[in-house]
């Protein structure tokens, strides 16, 4: 009797997950990724800047995972919406659930529901062509714009604001939003964190590529740059900080767009009537550990701002969820009898993309472990497909998305631009294999 497992989710937690119960398991296995959307990859595809193609190809590793004769991709299904979890555990041996975190966490300030106040994952969605995201969606329409956050996806955010159409021409940004791009504009752009450089989360590669922008001149003041001694932080830390204070010292060179890299403020307030007009912050400082405002107040004219203070998971329906630790609670990735638990829905967003290998390592060792104390087991009484089927539901298969993929690659060359230009929305995807999408 061959094992059955369902892995919901389609990114790199979920096709490691698929990877590993390949590698692990001791019997023949049968393993469906499913996926809400028409395309896999998750976070490759659309949390990835477009203009890092070297974190991008891990693609291509995921790719050999889906192409192996016992993994399907079945996309457009998604829980709570075409299946439940009692249909999941009347399918499969297991279930593993594995879908990321997908929202942004708040500010918790005034004025944060304004219009022009937007969380940095819905930008990120936009410039990478999620289909949630209409191209609309950004006008850019701005000359001044504040990134809450000094990690790696605000610093990917300001390099996009930053970088000219042009520079981005060579990628997969949709043509539609690259147009957008183009007609930006954004002249300045404030980078803030509410700590010193040496709490900064972004890593010395993505800092120094900030400083290498053609279009943007890149600055810190001296006074938020610090002036002790480094030699006691660790390596990464200390490059941060050697490269943010020679930006400190650096003189401006009258390129279109400036790039203001502040420390030690913290939002209080997001001003305006109809939509953002400003932002006040607060200079900060630290006490005992914690991060204290000091009564000291600035405001900047910026007419948007992109907050990057960290994801955090949705509750699944029907899945156990913790609203303190925004993780579905687990020991080494059990979640019940047959329902298990890998990536950051399971440990919160940490880590890199990588990180997500032993983690679903793990789960899989839980998993296989648990199976191999239940002797007895019988086949699951149901089967997916024919569930769906009665459904009226017609998954996306992988044969489907190699032709959204092909798709991608012709409008690319017609356009003149790069190996493959992202098809937005849902129906241009289906559209690509002759289907149209479920209404």
């Known amino acids: 009797m061959s094992l059955r497992v369902a892995i919901v989710g389609s990114g790199p937690a979920g096709i490691y997950t698929a990877e590993a119960l390949t590698k692990q398991a001791g019997e023949q296995v049968e393993i469906d990724v499913l996926d809400r959307l028409p395309t896999p990859y998750g976070l490759v595809r659309y949390g990835v800047a477009p203009d890092h193609t070297s974190i991008k190809s891990i693609a291509g590793y995921l790719r050999r995972v889906l192409e192996l004769p016992s993994v399907r991709f079945l996309g457009g299904v998604e829980l709570g919406g075409e299946i439940s979890v009692d249909d999941l555990t009347a399918c499969y041996d297991a279930v593993v659930y594995c879908t990321g975190a997908m929202v942004d966490r ?23 062509g ?39 021409r060579s990628t997969d940004v949709p043509q539609e939003v690259l147009d957008r791009l183009a007609k930006s504009q954004v002249t300045g752009i404030h980078m803030i964190g509410r700590r010193g450089p040496e709490h900064a989360k972004f890593t010395l590669k993505e800092l120094r590529e900030l400083g290498e922008l053609a279009n943007c001149d890149v600055s810190v003041r001296p006074e938020e740059a610090g002036s002790g001694e480094v030699g006691e932080l660790s390596r990464q830390i200390r490059g941060n900080v050697e490269v943010l204070r020679s930006w400190s010292a650096r003189e401006a060179k009258g ?33 005992d550990g914690r991060v ?17 203070v960290g994801y955090q998971s949705v509750p699944l329906p029907g899945v156990p969820f913790d609203g303190a ?12 009898e047959g329902q298990y638990v890998a990536g950051w ?66 409008l690319a060359a017609s356009l003149g631009r790069g190996e493959h230009v992202k098809l937005v929305g849902r129906q241009a995807m289906f559209a690509a294999f002759g289907r149209a999408p479920a209404s």
């Not at 400036?258 to 006040?280: A, D, H, Q």
């Not at 204290?292 to 990057?308: A, I, K, Q, W």
């Not at 149901?382 to 993929?405: F, H, K, M, N, Q």
Request: proline fraction near 7%.
């Open 106 to 128: 708040h500010l918790g300030i005034p004025g944060e529901d304004l219009p022009g106040s937007v969380a940095a994952t819905d930008f990120v969605n936009w410039y990478c």
């Open 130 to 168: 999620h289909p949630d995201m209409p191209p609309d969606t950004f006008s850019l329409d701005s000359t001044e714009v504040a990134v809450i956050g000094v990690g790696n996806v605000a610093v990917d955010v300001v390099r996009v604001l930053a970088k000219t159409a042009d520079e981005l």
């Open 255 to 287: 390129r279109p767009r400036r790039l203001s890299v502040r420390f030690w403020l913290r939002p209080v307030e997001i001003l305006g009537s109809s939509r953002v007009e400003g932002l006040r912050l607060e200079r900060t400082r630290l006490a």
């Open 292 to 308: 204290v405002g000091t009564g000291e107040y600035e405001t900047l004219p910026v007419g948007m701002v992109l907050r990057s």
């Open 325 to 336: 630790t925004m993780t579905v609670p687990n020991t080494a990735g059990r979640v019940s």
């Open 345 to 410: 829905l399971k440990r919160g967003p940490t880590g890199v993309i990588g990180t997500n290998k032993s983690d679903a390592a793990e789960t899989v060792r839980t998993l296989l472990a648990d199976l191999a104390s239940r002797p007895d087991r019988s086949a699951p009484p149901s089967r997916l497909d024919d569930l769906l089927a009665a459904r009226g539901v017609r998954p996306v298969t992988y044969a489907d998305w190699l032709s959204i993929e092909a798709a991608e690659a012709a």
